[in-house]
C-alpha cells in the first residue's frame, strides 16, 4: 500500500484489496471512503493512510468488544481509570457495601466502621488509602448514608497544603522530630509523617477541615488500637507547643519510587505536532529509559559543565534525572566507564510505541472531522458567505494538521524506531542513593549524563512544553483560581514555560495563592513520562518518611488535585521519576523521586527540592551553568 496515494485516485478492487471497502468492513471506514469519493473537491487530499489509522482504530474497537462480551470470573482483574468509573475499585468497593448495613456499624474488633474506613478519604486519588484512626473520631462523627445512598453523595476530599500556621513555625525544629520520637518509642514503624488540610466538598458545598497530622505506618506492622493508643502522646506535644485545632490520622502506606537523530524543535501551538511530538523534542520533560532493560523516567533539567575537573573549557551538556531511573544497582556509586558505557534512551520502547498510538488516534480524529467540516461545507447556504469562507478554511486547516501529523509519523518511522538512533546520551555521573548526605536528610537520587551535542541542535534552554492538554488560559486558571490574584501573572501563550530560577528554601513556606473561599494554595505541575502535564497541590512542609529498609529522610510533598473537568488525576505514576516539579511562574520546586501508590493509584508524590538537587551537582560539577536557572543555596 502507498500510504500516499489519494483514496480518490483508487479503484474500487484497490479499495476492497486494502480493506476499505466491500463486506465486514466496518461501517465508519466504509462512510468515509463513500464521502471521500463523492466530494473529491472537498475531501480529495484524504489518502490512504488516514483511512487506514481508521481501520486500525475500528478493528480494535471489534477486538475489545468481543473480550468485553465473553464472561469474566470473578477474579479477573480490571484497572481503573478514575475514581467514578465502572471498573474503578472505590466504586467496586460502594457496591459491596452499599446495601450491607453491617458495615454501617462498628464491628468488633474494629474500632471505625467498615464504611468510614473505606470512604473517609473518598476522592484524593481513583484507590484512596483506608483509614486506621483519627484523634476526632468522637467529635467529628462520619457521615454514614442510609442504605442505598447515590455513590455521589459520598462526600470528596481534596489534600492542599498547610501555610501561614503556628504549626509552619516549628513543624520542622520541635514538631516532626518529637513525633517521630514518640512513635519509634511505641514500636511505631511509619512510612511517613507529613502536614495536609482537606477541602471536602459536599452536597454542592464546600468547606476547609482542620489542619491533619497525617501518617502513613508500613502496611501489616501495627492496627488500629496501637495507633489509637500512640495518638494521645501527639496531641500532648501539640499541646505543649500551644499548636491548637490539629487532627491526628492515620493510615497505611509505603514510599515506592516511581520509576519506569537530533531531537526536534518545540513546534508552535498552531502546529498539529504540538502535544504529539513531546517526547522527541527538546523541552524539558524528555521521556528516557535505560537501553539495558527499557527502565523509563523523566529528563529533569540540562545544563554546561562550562569546565572540567582539571580546569580545561569543556563544551559537554549535560542530563539530570534519578540515579534509579539511570542505574539498575542504586546502592554504588557509578562514574562514565568508557569501555562499557550505560546508554540512555530517548524514549523507551514503550513510550515510543504509546506515542505512535497517540499521533494514529489523532489521524483518526482529524479524518473524522475533516468529513464533518466537508458535510457542514455542502449544507451552508451559498449567499451565507461569511460561514462559506470560515468553514472553508477550516477544513483547509484540517487537511493541513492531518498532512503534518503524517508526516510526523514519517518522521519518528524513520529516525526514531531503531533504539541506537534514540541514544540520548552515556551516563556520566551517577552516586548511591542516599539520605545521610548531609544533616537535612534530603534525598540524594540523583544521576547525569552526557548529552549528544547532535541531539540538541535545536536546544535553547531549559523550557518545559506544557502539551495540548489545557489552554493557556485554563492553566491560569488551575495555578491562580482568583481571578484578582491571576492579574499580572500569566502562561505564556504558546505554552513554553521558561524554568528562570530553582525556589529558595525559606520562601517556600508561604502561599502562592488562594482558592475562590479565600484559603491559602500553592499549586505546582510537573510534565511526565506516563501522565504528561498534571498538576498538584503543595504540601507547604516537609514530609518525614522512612523505607521498609528503616532508611530515614525528608521530603518536599505534593498532593492530587482537581482537573479542570472536576475529576481527580494522579499527579504521578510509575515512569514519572525525575520530572520536574514547577510553579505556574516558571519557578523549579522539586525533582520528583517516589510516591505512595495504593493499587494502580498515586496519593501522595516525594520529591527533593531542586536548590539541594543544584548544591549536589556543583559538588561534582563546580562550574555548572543552569542556562540562566538562577539559584541560592541556603
Partial sequence: ??????????????????????????????????????????????????????????????????????????????????????????????????????????????????????????GISG????????????????????????????????????????????????????????????????SALKTAQFSIAEDGKERLGPIVIWIAVRPNTTNARAVRDATPDILDILTRAK????????????????????????EGNTNAKFGFNHPFHTGLCIPIARQSDDAQGTLTFLFKEVKT????????????????????????????????????????????????????????????????????LKDTPKDDTSALRR????????????????????????????????RFGVVDWAPHISVRVDDRRYTRDIATFAVDNEKLGNFESNIVDLGNQYTAGQLEDLFWPVAAVSEGRTIPANLQLPIRRALPRRPVINAD??????????????????????????????????????????EI?????TKASGDMGDFSDHGDSGSLIFTGDGDALAMLHSGMPRGLHNHVTYGTPIWWV????????????????TYTLD
Fill in 243 to 266: 499548636i491548637t485545632g490539629v487532627v491526628v490520622e492515620w493510615y497505611e502506606g509505603s514510599v515506592v519510587r516511581l520509576d519506569g537523530p537530533p531531537l526536534m524543535r518545540v
Fill in 557 to 561: 510533598v505534593v498532593y492530587n488535585y
Fill in 127 to 190: 484507590n484512596p488509602p483506608k483509614l486506621l484512626w483519627r484523634s476526632d473520631l468522637e467529635s467529628n462523627p462520619f457521615p454514614i448514608p442510609p442504605v442505598g445512598t447515590n455513590f455521589y453523595k459520598i462526600p470528596k476530599k481534596t489534600p492542599q497544603g498547610v501555610f501561614n500556621t503556628p504549626l509552619n513555625d516549628v513543624w520542622d525544629s520541635t514538631i516532626a522530630p518529637q513525633i517521630l520520637e514518640s512513635m519509634k518509642a511505641r514500636g511505631l514503624k511509619y
Fill in 614 to 629: 543544584i548544591k549536589q551537582i556543583l559538588v561534582k560539577y563546580p562550574d555548572a551553568d543552569f542556562y540562566g536557572m
Fill in 309 to 376: 575537573k582539571t580546569g580545561e573549557p569543556s563544551d559537554r551538556i549535560l542530563a539530570l534525572t534519578n540515579k534509579h531511573v539511570a542505574s539498575l544497582v542504586t546502592t554504588a556509586d557509578y562514574e562514565l566507564d568508557e569501555a562499557d558505557p550505560q546508554h540512555i534512551l530517548v524514549c523507551g520502547d514503550r513510550r515510543l510505541a504509546r506515542a505512535i498510538t497517540e499521533v494514529q488516534n489523532a489521524v483518526t480524529t482529524g479524518l473524522r472531522d475533516a468529513l464533518r467540516l466537508a458535510g457542514e
Fill in 391 to 422: 468553514r472553508k478554511n477550516a477544513l483547509e486547516d484540517k487537511h493541513e494538521d492531518n498532512a503534518n501529523l503524517k508526516a510526523l509519523l514519517d518522521e519518528v518511522d524513520a529516525n526514531w524506531k531503531d533504539t541506537n538512533g534514540r
Fill in 1 to 122: 500500500m502507498d500510504p500516499n496515494k489519494k483514496i480518490v485516485d483508487m479503484t474500487n478492487e484497490e479499495l476492497t484489496a486494502l480493506g476499505f471497502t466491500g463486506e465486514n468492513v466496518p461501517a465508519g471506514v466504509k462512510r468515509i471512503v463513500d464521502a471521500v469519493k463523492a466530494d473529491p473537491v472537498n475531501l480529495g487530499s484524504v489518502t490512504c493512510f488516514a483511512v487506514e489509522c481508521l481501520r486500525r482504530d475500528a478493528a480494535k474497537a471489534a477486538r475489545q468488544d468481543d473480550v468485553t462480551d465473553q464472561p469474566h470470573p470473578p477474579t479477573s482483574p480490571t484497572p481503573p481509570t478514575s475514581p467514578t468509573s465502572p471498573t474503578s475499585p472505590t466504586l467496586t468497593v460502594f457496591s459491596q457495601l452499599s446495601t450491607n448495613s453491617d458495615a454501617r456499624t462498628v464491628v468488633s474488633p474494629d474500632l471505625i466502621s467498615e464504611y468510614e474506613m473505606n470512604f473517609y478519604y473518598h
Fill in 513 to 554: 495563592t488562594e482558592n475562590k473561599n479565600g484559603e491559602p494554595l500553592y499549586i505546582v505541575a510537573k510534565y511526565g513520562n506516563t501522565t504528561k502535564l498534571t498538576l498538584g497541590c503543595y504540601s507547604g512542609m516537609d514530609a518525614y518518611t522512612c523505607t521498609d529498609l528503616g532508611l530515614e529522610s525528608r
